[in-house]
Structure formats: C-alpha cells, structure tokens
C-alpha cells in the first residue's frame, strides 16, 4: 500500500500558540511522519522569546513534544516512524 509522503494535521477546536501551526504544516510534509495533533495549552513560569519545540517523551507509535513561546506552552502529539534524532533533525529544519 503506497502512501503519500504528507502527513495529517488534526485541528481541534482550541486555539493554539502563535506561529506553530505553519510550523506544523511544515512539519506533516516530511515523510515519516503520518498524523500531528496539537494539545493542551497551559502556562508555566520563565519567558521563552522565540517559539521552540522540545521532544519530551515516546508515546505509542510516537513522539510527544512540548512548543513553547513566552510563557505558554503547548503539547504537540506527533504519530511518526521516525527515530529520535531524525524527528529532532525535521522539527529543527521546519522551525528555521
């Protein structure tokens, strides 16, 4: 079964940190990579001037990753086949 290299972005009804999703959209087009699902939006202490994306923890099938900007932060499910230094390497192409 031959697949398209483009991955799926899901939308939810929450909003989102300012400047991820173009990052995101980036990021579903690498192949590897078959569905990302922006999550929780919470606020934490420190600043953080410019938006970044941590790989945090596997979960199955998976990466989960933390984006943060300011002093909100924001978990990104990424559904990849991807080792763990190749989905660092994409996410630090698509930030650029």
């Not at 999703?21 to 001037?49: A, D, F, M």
Request: glycine share 10%; net charge positive; charged share 20%.
């Amino acid at each position: 079964m031959n697949r398209p290299a483009d991955g799926r972005l899901v939308w939810n009804p929450s909003t989102h940190i300012p400047g991820l999703i173009p990052v995101l959209e980036k990021l579903i087009t690498c192949p590897g990579i078959s569905t990302v699902t922006p999550g929780v939006i919470s606020r934490t202490r420190g600043r953080c001037p410019h938006l970044k994306l941590k790989v945090s923890v596997p979960i199955r099938g998976g990466y989960k990753v933390i984006a943060r900007q300011g002093r909100i932060i924001q978990e990104v499910f990424i559904v990849t086949n991807l080792s763990l230094t190749e989905l660092k390497g994409a996410i630090q192409l698509c930030i650029k």
